[in-house]
């Protein structure tokens, strides 16, 4: 039995698309805006609607924890809000400029997909805030997006009927004419598919399309346990998911908090943001000398944090970022850069060196692979 319990028409063009959270409703529309609605009575909250995007907001989706929602649009931006206040937390540019067509999370709420018009797919770090790895398709814009169950992959769906597997560090797995005609959504199964021998893990994957056909896939993928710089790089207290804060909490024998520290959604950042007061006030936790032992242990953490940011050598910042490379290339002027940086200062037209100022001969980007290692040495002898 179906039986209509509420219209809402605030919005003063098409709509695009709506999300759900725990107890809110999201639409985004043609009109530029996005409205928040209280799943109580469906009233919009005194904050809606919210205003930033410049021209049509294409899709809006919730954090699966429901304390972030992002919104993307034809400005070629995604827009990270609090749903709560309607704060503003990112703005974050799509590299190429392109219009924005689809984002979605991870399910550990620390990754974030943007899709653009001209093929472009970004993975964004969703609590730093930052670009983490950027690709592109060959041909038609990105309009679809799904991630498997446990976050190693996800797959992007194209308006050319394409359909291509990712790892969750931007490695392009597969892709292949899946439609004759685009690809309108895909999505994985939520049900948990038994692993294979020797790490193989399965998900279930449906697509869609305009050839009015629905297809359902198995995609297999190899479980890699080998450390990469990126997982390295998760040493750094500030890149911490709310799991690795978890597993920190267990080694310092503090696990009777994980539970706490999970319900607030405490990650890396707001780890080293507590202090005695939100310990006692927010957290809760009325033991003071459990208080007293976990803000000891975090200004251990503050302590490694700063010595070790002060170590690291000059040679191994990128000019650009002023970060640690993860993957250095070598440019036409002699210089390493972060590849991500390098590729999208020149995608902004900027045909000039970053260090010298002066026109690049070329523009090819040539691995580093000495650099590389030598970070990734320097890893392993000051991160344990």
């Known amino acids: 039995m179906v039986k209509l319990i509420y219209t809402l028409a605030d919005h003063g063009d ?11 409703l999201a639409t985004c529309s043609l009109d530029k805006t996005i409205r928040l609605y209280s ?4 009233t919009e909250v005194p904050h809606s609607p919210l205003k930033f995007h410049t021209y049509a907001v294409h899709c809006c989706c919730f954090s699966p924890s429901g304390h972030i929602l992002a919104s ?12 709560h ?5 990112s703005v974050m540019e799509q590299p190429s400029g392109s219009p924005v067509r689809v984002c979605r999370f991870s399910p550990d709420s620390t990754c974030l997909v943007s899709g653009a018009a001209d093929g472009t797919v970004v993975l964004w770090n969703a609590q730093s805030y930052k670009l983490y790895r950027c690709g592109s398709v060959k041909d038609g814009s990105l309009v679809a997006c799904a991630f498997s169950p446990n976050g190693s992959l ?8 394409d359909l291509t597997v990712w790892d969750d560090k931007m490695r392009c797995l597969h892709s292949e004419k899946a439609h004759d005609l685009g690809i309108t959504c895909c999505d994985f199964s939520s049900q948990p598919v038994s692993d294979g021998e020797q790490g193989l893990q399965f998900f279930r994957l449906a697509s869609c399309g305009q050839d009015c056909q629905i297809k359902i896939w198995v ?19 500030e890149d911490w998911s709310e799991d690795d804060v978890s597993e920190w909490l267990c080694a310092q024998d503090l696990k009777d908090l994980v539970g706490i520290f999970k319900m607030n959604n405490i990650d890396g950042r707001e780890l080293l943001n507590l202090t005695k007061e939100s310990l006692a006030d927010d957290l809760k936790i009325e033991s003071l000398g459990l208080r007293s032992k976990v803000l000891r242990k975090i200004e251990e953490l503050r302590t490694k944090e700063k010595t070790l940011s002060s170590e690291i050598p000059d040679e ?13 290339v070598i440019a036409s002027d002699g210089y390493s850069y972060e590849k991500e940086a390098m590729e999208n200062w020149i995608s902004k037209k900027k045909r000039t060196s970053p260090m010298t100022n002066l026109v690049l001969p070329s523009v090819v980007l ?5 650099l590389k290692m030598a970070i990734n040495r320097w890893l392993e002898t000051h991160q344990k």
């Open 85 to 89: 206040s309607g704060q503003t937390l």
């Open 154 to 161: 996800f797959v992007t769906g194209s308006s050319c009927g």
């Open 366 to 370: 040539t691995p580093n692979r000495t």
């Open 316 to 328: 191994f910042i990128c000019p650009i970022t002023r970060e640690l490379m993860q993957d250095p």
């Open 72 to 83: 993307c649009s034809t400005d070629g931006t995604t827009v990270l809000w609090n749903p």
């Open 219 to 237: 995609v297999s993928f190899t479980h890699i346990s080998a450390r990469s710089t990126e997982d390295q790089l998760k040493h750094f207290t």
């Open 14 to 24: 098409d709509i695009n698309c709506c999300a759900f959270s725990s107890s809110l």
């Open 39 to 42: 799943l109580s009575d469906f």
